[in-house]
């Protein structure tokens, strides 16, 4: 039987250092939960930049009868360029008057929704990938949202 990995030998610092890196790692997975939307327009915009990148390096190695070297950074500077306009293009800031009620009634407990006191805000922010879903929605004072800006939120607003 083999004795337990350490990394400093010491047991209680490593239980620290093992108990400090699952809060990260559970706050990173609580942040791609929130900006799941962002992930998946991230993660298709890649994979068509990968098919862009395996077509045009087999058409111009065997079409333009380039040497495979030159084909393949060619077809990489035609993939980023098809990817990072991929990327830039809009996603809609529209939210559907179902998930709205729904975030209202959550957060507000029967109390009217004000506009010029509340906003509703994204946990994970929507120019960071944050998605509209109710998860990731709330109801806070419209002075608050103001300031907030597009931040990441601390462990302490993730929960």
């Not at 047991?11 to 890196?21: R, T």
């Not at 045009?56 to 393949?72: F, I």
């Not at 959550?106 to 994204?122: A, N, P, Q």
């Not at 998605?131 to 300031?147: P, W």
Request: hydrophobic letters at 45%; aromatic letters at 10%; charged letters at 25%.
């Amino acid at each position: 039987m083999q004795p337990p990995i350490h990394v400093t030998g010491d047991p209680n610092i490593d239980l620290i250092i093992f108990v400090v890196g699952l809060l990260i790692a559970l706050y990173w997975f609580r942040a791609l939960r929130l900006a799941r939307q962002g992930a998946r327009l991230f993660l298709c915009n890649l994979a068509k930049s990968i098919v862009v990148f395996c077509f045009s390096a087999v058409g111009m190695t065997s079409l333009a009868h380039m040497e495979p070297k030159q084909s393949e950074v060619l077809s990489f500077i035609v993939a980023f360029i098809v990817f990072v306009r991929w990327q830039n293009q809009k996603r809609s800031r529209y939210i559907s008057q179902k998930t709205k009620r729904a975030v209202i009634a959550r957060d507000l407990k029967g109390e009217k929704y004000d506009s010029s006191k509340h906003h509703i805000d994204h946990v994970w922010p929507f120019a960071r990938g944050g998605s509209h879903t109710e998860d990731n929605l709330r109801v806070i004072e419209k002075k608050k949202n103001l300031q907030k800006g597009a931040k990441r939120p601390g462990m302490r607003d993730m929960w």
